[in-house]
C-alpha cells in the first residue's frame, strides 16, 4: 500500500514542482502546431511589434500598441520568447521590454544604460537556465537578466561590440564584430563564456571578419557569418569545433554570406545587402549543398532582412525589407522553397524576426 501511494505521489510532486517553475521550457519532443506569429518590425525609427493570425490570415500590423496603447521605442533589433514572457531587444531606445508571452501586455522595461548613463545598444539575446543573455555594442559587453526578478544581475566582458550568440553545452560563444573598430578595422574573434562563473574564459580567432550572427547545430559545429569589411574583404562563413574550441574549417569564396540560421541542422545563409539569390541551403553533418537557392518557384525577394524556420512544420518565413522605407513582406515558404502565402507588415517598416506562438 505504502508502495502504492508513492507511485501516485511521485508525478504529482513533479508536476507541482514543473508549475512552480514559470521560466523553464518543458522538455517535449513534439512542437504542437503555431496557433500564430508575432513579428518584429524594426522600423527607420518607429519599431512595431505584429500578429498574424495563422487560422484566419489576419494581421494587425501595430498589435502591441493594440494592446498596451503605447509604443515600442526605436529600433528593435531581436525578439526572444523564454517561458512565457516575450524580450524585445530595443537597440536605440536602449532597453530589454518585457512582454507576456500570450497577449503582448507590458510587463516591465529594463533601462540599459552604461556606469555613465550612456546607452548602451543592446543587440541580441539568448536564454539559459531562467537567465536572458544580452549583447551590446557600446560597451562590449553581455549582460545578464535574471528572469524571476527581471533585474540585471551581472554585465560580461568580452570582445569588442558583440552581436550574435550560440550556447552549446555550458559555454557561450559570443561573435565579436568590432564594427565600430574605425582605426584597427573589424574584429574576427569569438569570446567562450563559461557560463557557470559568467566569466570570458578564451577567445577564438576565425577568418571571418566582423562577424554577425553564430549558429549550433546538433554536434556542436558553431557556423559563424560576418559582413567582411564592407567591400574591401567579402564576407564570409567560418565553422568553429565547441569541442576543441578551435576553427575546423573556412567555408571559402562559395559561401559570402552574413547571416545564417539552422534548424535540424540545415543552414540556410542570406545576405540582406544584395549578393545572388535569397538563400543557400546546406546540410551540417553532411556538409553537403542542399540547393544553391532555397526559393524554387520563381518567387522574388528584394531584400532578405530575417528567415526563421517553424521547427514543427518545417515551414521557412523570409521577411522582405523591400527599399528599407516602405512597409516590407512575410512570406512563407513550405520546406521546398515553394510559396505558401505572403502578407504585409504595415505599418512595419523592416521586418527582422517572427516568433512562432502556440
Same mark, same amino acid.
Given at each position: 500500500m505504502k508502495n502504492d501511494f508513492l507511485k501516485w505521489l511521485l508525478p504529482i510532486v513533479i508536476l507541482l514542482n514543473a508549475c512552480g517553475k514559470d521560466d523553464v521550457k518543458p522538455i517535449t519532443t513534439v512542437l504542437t502546431a503555431a496557433k500564430g506569429l508575432y513579428v518584429l518590425s524594426e522600423g527607420g525609427s518607429d519599431t512595431k511589434l505584429g500578429y498574424y493570425n495563422l487560422a484566419t490570415g489576419a494581421f494587425t500590423g501595430d498589435f502591441y500598441r493594440q494592446q498596451n496603447s503605447d509604443d515600442l521605442g526605436q529600433t528593435g533589433n531581436d525578439m526572444l520568447q523564454y517561458g512565457s514572457k516575450l524580450y524585445i531587444v530595443m537597440n536605440v531606445s536602449s532597453n530589454i521590454t518585457v512582454l507576456n508571452a500570450a497577449n503582448a501586455a507590458l510587463i516591465k522595461r529594463i533601462d540599459f544604460k552604461t556606469g555613465s548613463g550612456a546607452k548602451k545598444f543592446p543587440r541580441y539575446a539568448i536564454g539559459y537556465k531562467n537567465n536572458i543573455y544580452v549583447s551590446s555594442t557600446k560597451d562590449s559587453s553581455v549582460t545578464v537578466i535574471d528572469t524571476a526578478s527581471l533585474s540585471i544581475v551581472k554585465t560580461i566582458s568580452v570582445g569588442p561590440n558583440p552581436e550574435g550568440m550560440a550556447i552549446v553545452g555550458n559555454s557561450l560563444y559570443v561573435a565579436n564584430s568590432g564594427g565600430y573598430n574605425f582605426i584597427d578595422g573589424p574584429d574576427s574573434t569569438i569570446s567562450v563564456v563559461n557560463l557557470s562563473t559568467q566569466i570570458e574564459i578564451?577567445?577564438?580567432?576565425?577568418?571571418?571578419?566582423?562577424?554577425?550572427?553564430? /549558429? $549550433?547545430?546538433?554536434?556542436?559545429?558553431?557556423?559563424?557569418?560576418? @559582413?567582411?569589411? +564592407?567591400?574591401?574583404?567579402?564576407? %564570409? *562563413?567560418?565553422?568553429?569545433?565547441? $569541442?576543441?574550441?578551435?576553427?575546423?574549417? /573556412?567555408?571559402?569564396?562559395?559561401?559570402? @554570406?552574413? +547571416?545564417?540560421?539552422?534548424?535540424?541542422?540545415? $543552414? @540556410? +545563409? @542570406?545576405?540582406?545587402?544584395?549578393?545572388?539569390?535569397? %538563400?543557400?541551403?546546406?546540410?551540417?553533418?553532411?556538409?553537403?549543398? *542542399?540547393? %544553391? /537557392?532555397?526559393?524554387?518557384?520563381?518567387?522574388?525577394?528584394t531584400t532578405p532582412y530575417g528567415l526563421n524556420v517553424d521547427e514543427q512544420s518545417g515551414d521557412v518565413y523570409i521577411n522582405d525589407a523591400k527599399d528599407y522605407t516602405s512597409s516590407g513582406f512575410v512570406t512563407c515558404f513550405d520546406k521546398d522553397g515553394k510559396k505558401k502565402f505572403l502578407f504585409s507588415v504595415s505599418p512595419g517598416v523592416n521586418p527582422n524576426k517572427v516568433l512562432f506562438i502556440r
Open positions: 578564451n577567445r577564438i580567432k576565425i577568418g571571418t571578419k566582423n562577424p554577425q550572427k553564430i /549558429e $549550433a547545430n546538433s554536434v556542436g559545429d558553431l557556423y559563424v557569418s560576418g @559582413y567582411g569589411d +564592407f567591400g574591401a574583404v567579402p564576407a %564570409s *562563413v567560418s565553422v568553429i569545433s565547441s $569541442a576543441t574550441n578551435t576553427v575546423k574549417k /573556412e567555408l571559402g569564396p562559395d559561401f559570402p @554570406y552574413a +547571416f545564417v540560421r539552422i534548424c535540424k541542422d540545415v $543552414a @540556410y +545563409f @542570406y545576405n540582406n545587402y544584395g549578393g545572388a539569390g535569397t %538563400s543557400k541551403v546546406y546540410n551540417t553533418i553532411t556538409n553537403a549543398l *542542399v540547393r %544553391s /537557392e532555397f526559393v524554387s518557384d520563381g518567387t522574388v525577394i
